[in-house]
C-alpha cells in the first residue's frame, strides 16, 4: 500500500479484516492514516477523479448534487437567518455553522434515517436534514426549553454543549446496537478542541475495544473559540485514532462529495461489523465561535480570506455550473426554497409560546418525587401571594 | 426465606434483575471473570454472558458515559464503581449528563441507570478505598440516591433501583457485606417497602437517631445500649438519602423532641446538614434541644490506623445522644 | 482609590499577583490572545508572556492536574475554569490531589492552587453555564472555598487566594463582572480583611440575612425594602464559604434571634443546609424561629426564560424573611 | 527507515526534529512506533547486538551489570518479605512487583537523581533504588501512614492510587521544568490499565502540544487485576502514543538492558528540549495485583509458566554467569546484601511508631483552619472525658 493512502477501500475493508495484530505479538499495526487530504472536487469547482473514493458516489445522480446543493444554501440561509435573530434580541445566543455547510450536509445525507446522530451546539444542519422543526432548533436558544426535538422522533440526541461527552453517549448506543443485532450506526458530530478532552479519547477506549458500529465525524474547523487548533495536537487529528486502533480518514470538508463519500464508507463499515472509523473533515469555522465571540481579537483577517476562496457553496456552485445544472430556474428555485425556510424560522421564533413558571418543576423525575413536589406547591403558593394566575399565564 | 451475606443477597437481587428484563445490562470493571472485587456479580457472566455482563475498559467516565448512551438506546445498565473513591472521573457524566438528560429532553429520554458503588470505611484500605460521597450526590437535582444497611434491603432495593425509570446512585455499605441476615427471595416486589420510603428499625420515645448504610448497625448497637441506661432511642434507617423521607423523620421527632444524625461523610455540607436544617424547619416547636451530629470529621479519609477515631462508633453516638439529653458529655461545661 | 467594574478589578489582582511573585501562572481556555470569555485576563498574556499566561487544551481535567504537577515543582497556578458546569471533568483531580496532596504528604508538598469559577446564573445563557456547584467544594476537605461581591473583594481576595498555601475555589459572581465600585488598588494585602472573615454589611436588630456572591447585592437591596416597613436586617457577606466565619454568624444571630439564607444553589444539600444546621447547634437559646433557606429550587439550572423563577430575588428573600418574624407570608395558613 | 523500526535513533533525534508536520498541511505524520519488541538479552541469557540500542548502554560495566542484578535480586526479595509481613497480619496489603524487576531497575537506574518521578502504587523497587527507607515504603500498607517518603528529599512523588492521575502531574511538573530551564526531565510510571483512562490521554495531549521534557513508562504487565491488556486495546500500547505525535519504544521489560536504553534515549530526549517520549515495556505481573487478590480466578497457569521462563532475574543471570562475572564470591555478597535488607525491612515494620488520636486533624490545611481547630478541640475533650491522655499516647 501507498504512503499516506487510505486503507478503507483496499482487500482489507470488510467485518474482521481491521483486526489489529493484537498484543505483543510484534507486527505493525496495519493500520494507515489518510495524510493526504481525500479532495473530489477542487477549491476552483472541478471534479477530481479519486479511483478510492469516486465509487462510493457514483450513484449521486445530478439531481441529488442539486438537491445537496439546496440543503447547503438553505442551512447557509437559516444560519444567517438565526444570527439575525439573535442580532435583533430575539434569540439569546446563537452558534453559526458558516463554512461548515458541506462538513454538515456531506455527513447527514450520507446516514440513514434509522441510524442515530450524537451532536455537538453546531449541527444544526443536520438538525434540519434530520427533520427537526425550525421552532424546534431555535427553542433553546431562544431560552424557551433546554432543548428542542424529540431524539426518538428524529434519531439525534439534543444538542450536546458539554464538550466531547455526546462521543461517549453514542459509544454506548452503538453498543446497545450491537447487542441488539441491529444493522443501525451510531454517529458522532464532534470539534477539533474536543478531541483533548478525557472523555472522546476513553470513547475511541470503549469503541475499539468492543468494535461497535459506531462513526466519529470530526469537523477540524481549525478552532476552539480562540484557540487554534495546533494547540490541541501537533499532528493532524486523524493521526490520533489509529492509536487506538480506530482506521481514519482526513477528507476535505468542504467538499460535499468527499465527506459523503468518506461517511459512507465509516457507516458501511460500520454496518457490516467492521468497527468503528474516524472522519477528519477539514473544514473552517467563518464566523464567530457565537453571537457573544470577537473572532478579531484571536485571528487573522488574511486566515478568513484564504477560507473564503474554499467556500463549500462556491464550489459546488461552480460544480453545477460546469456542468450546466445550475440554470435561472434552478437557481430560483432554491432561492425561493431559502427563503421561505427563512420566514419558518421568524415566523416559528416569534410565534413560541413563553414557558409557564411552574414548568420550571416538571421533568425532574419521570416519577413524583416529594422534594420536587413540596417546592412545587410552595412556589406556587408563593405565586398566589401575589394575587391573579401567575403560575399559568404566561410570564 | 434464606440466610445469605450482604453480598450474596445482592448477588441474588442483581440475578433476579438479569432475569426478569433482557435491557438489564452489568458494566463495570473486573466484574466479569473475577465476579468484581468483592465478589457482588460472582458467576454472572458465565449465567448471562459477556454481552450482560460486560468488563470495561479502565475508564469511570467512559462506564457511565456508555451507560447513558446504552440508556438512550432502552437498556437499563447497572454500572458498578469498584471503590468509593474512583467515582470522581465519572462525576461529569453522572452530574452534567445522567441526571439532566430527563430534564434537558423534557422527558422524552428516560436514564434508567444505577450506579452501585461500595463505601464507606473500617475495613483497614488504603487510600480512596474508604469514601462516602453520597452528599455530593444528594445536592444533584435529577439523581436518587439510596442506601441500604442490611441483606434483605440489599436483595430488594437493588431491584427496585434497577426498575426505577429515573437514575439511582446505590450505595452498598462494604463493611457489612459479609453481614448475615434473613432474605425472603420469593417477596414480591410490588408488595415491598417503595425504595424511597425510611424505616423506623427501633422504636424509642426520648430520641430520635437517624442513621444509614453501614451505622445503621451500629445505631441499633447504641439503643440496645442506651437501653441499659433508661434511654429510649428511635432509631430510623433513612434508606432514601434523596429524597429523604421526611414525613417519617417528622413525625418521630415530634413525638421525642431530639434528634441524632450520623454518617460517615465529613460533618461539614454531609447529609446531616440537610436533615438538621429541614427538621428544623418542620419541627422547629417541638425540639427540645438542637439536632446532634455525630459524623466523620472534616478531613480526607485518614490511613487505617487512624480510621476509628474519625468514625462514629457507639461511644460517640452515645455522646451526642446525651448532649441531645443535657447529660454529662464531652462538651459539658462548655457552650454549645 | 478607582472607579473599576469587578472584572477589572479582578484583573488587576491578577496583575498583581503575576508582578510580585514569579511562580504565579495562570491556565485556562482562551485566556491568553483572547484574555478570556468574560475578559478577565485581557492583556495579561501580551505583558507577562506566554509561560506565565498559558492558552490550555480543551481539557478540564488536564488543567487542574497539570496545575497539581507545577504545584509540586513550586509554581502557583491560577487556573480559570471557562464556566462553572465545566468543572466536573476536572472534579477528581482537585478531590482526591489537589485536596487531599498535603494531607497524604503530611504537609511536606503544598498545593497552592486557585481555581477561578465564573458561576451562578443571571445573564440568560444556555444549559451548564448558570449553575452554582459550591456545595461540592465547601463538603470537600482540603479545600478552602471563597466567593466574592463586590469590586474591592474581587480585587483583594484573589491576591490573597493567590499568596494562600492552601488550594482555594475562588467563586466570581458572573452577572455582577459589569458592576462598578471603588477599589483602592494601593491597599496594603497585610491590612485587608483575612480572606476567612465575614462582614456585615448593612447592620440590623431583627433578622439576620446572609448571603455571598451575586446575592449580597439582592440582600442589600431587601434590607432597604425592609427597613422601610419598619424591619432592620442584618446583611452578612460570608465571603468564606469554607471554612464559614460562624463567630461572626452568632453573634449576629444572638441579637436577631433570626436567620434567612440566601443563595442560588439548590436548595437541598446546598451551603444553606450546613449554616442553618450549625448555627441551631451553637444558637439554639437565641433562636425565636427556624432558620429559612431562601435559594434556589431542587431542579437542573432551567432555560434562560424560567431562570427569574428559580433564583431567589428581593421578593422571594423578603417572604424568607415575613417566614421568620411570623409575619404574613407565602406559607400563612400552613404549618411549617 | 524501515518499516518497523525505532526512529529514535535516526538523525531525527534532537531538539526540534521531531516536530511533527503540522496541520492542514498534508504531510504524513513522521512518527513511527516500535512495532518490534526490542531485545538486548535473550530469555536464554544471551547478549542480542543491536546497533541502535546498544550505543546507550555501552558504558555500563561488568560491575555495573552486577549491580544491576543486585538491584533486582534485593527488590524481589523486598517484595517477598513484604508479600510474608501481608500474610502475617504485619501489613494491610501489600501490591508485588514480583516479574517487573528488570522494567523497574533498568528505568530507575537511567533517571538522574534530579529528575523527578510520579510513580503508581507498584513501584516499590524504584523507590528502593531512590532513597526511600524500608520503612517508607512499608508505612502506608501498614496503615500508619497515607504515604511514606518525603518527595522533595528523594525527587519522587508518593504513590500515586487514582490510576492514571500521576501522569497528568508529571506532565505538570515537566512544564515547571519547561519554565525554569533546568535540564532535568519528569519521568512517570503507568499501568496498561491506565492507558484507558481519560486523564492519560490528556497528560499526552498537554505533554505534546508544549513539547515538556517528559518520559512516559509503561509497563505493560498484560493485566488490570483481572482485565487482559488486549480490553484496553487492540493495538499495541506503544501506538497509541504516536497518535499524539509522541515517539514511542516498545522494549522487553523484562530485558533490564533493553528497557534502561530507552529510557536513556526517552530522558536524553527530553533534556535536550526534543520533547515527551512514550515507553511500552512489556513484562509480566506474575504475583497477584494485589495481597488481595486471586489471580487463578482469571488467569491461565500455563500463561505464567511462560512468562516464568523469561523471569528477568534468571535471564540477567544466565548472562552474568556466562560472562564469568557471577562466581561464587558475588554470588553470595548479593545474597548477603538481599538478607541483610529483608532483615531490615522487617525490624522497620516491628518497630514502627503507631501514630496518635489527634494526628487525624494534622496537615488537612497548611494554615489553621477554624473547623478544623473546632473539631480537634471537641475531639480531644471528647477522648480525655475517658479519663487519661488516651489522645497522646500510642495506639
Ligand atoms: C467541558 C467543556 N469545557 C469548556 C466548554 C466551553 N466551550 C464551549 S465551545 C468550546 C470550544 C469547542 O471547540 P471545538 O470542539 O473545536 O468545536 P467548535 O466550537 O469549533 O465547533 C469551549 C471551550 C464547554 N462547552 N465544555
Ligand atoms: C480511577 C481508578 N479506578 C479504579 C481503580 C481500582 N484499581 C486499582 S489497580 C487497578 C488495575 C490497574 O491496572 P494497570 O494500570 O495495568 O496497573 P497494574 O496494577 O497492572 O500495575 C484498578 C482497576 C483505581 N485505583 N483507580
Ligand atoms: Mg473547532
Ligand atoms: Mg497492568
New binding site residues.
Partial sequence: MLEGAINVLTDEVGPGANSPGGQGNGTTNPLRTGGNLVQLISPAGERINHPEFDVWIKDVSDYQLLSLYEDMVVIRRIDTEATALQRQGELALWPPLLGQEASQIGSVRAIRSDDFIFPSYRESGVAYCRGAELGEIIRPWRGNALYGWDPHRINMATPQIVIGSQTLHATGYAMGIQNDGADIVAFSYLGDGATSEGDVNEAMVFAASYQVPLVFFCQNNHWAISEPVRLQSRVQLADRATGFGIPSMRVDGNDVLAVMAASRIGLDRARKGGGPTFIEAVTYRMGPHTTADDPTRYRDANELEDWAAKDPIVRLKSLLSVKGLLGEEAQASVQAKADSVARELRDACATMPDPAPLDVFNHVYSTPHSWIDHQKDHYSRYLASFGGSSQEGAL | MSQLTFARALNAGLRKSLENDPKVILMG??IGTLGGVFRITDGLQKDFGKHRVVDTP?A?SGIIGTAVGLAYRGYRPVCEI??DG?IY?AFDQIVSQMAKLHYRTMGRVKMPITIRVPFGGGIGSPE?HSESPEAYFTHTSGLRVVSVSNPQDAYTMIQQAIASDDPVLFFEPKRRYHDKGDVDEAKDLAQALSMEKARVVTEGKDVTLVAYGPLVKTAKDAAIAAADEGVAIEVIDLRSLAPIDFPVLEASVRKTGRLVITHEASQSGGLGAEIAASITERCFNYLEASPVRVTGFDVPYPYSKLEMHHLPDLDRILDGVDRTLGRPNSLSGLEG
Fill in positions: 470493571e473486573d479502565l469511570e469498584q471503590f474512583f472521573p480512596h
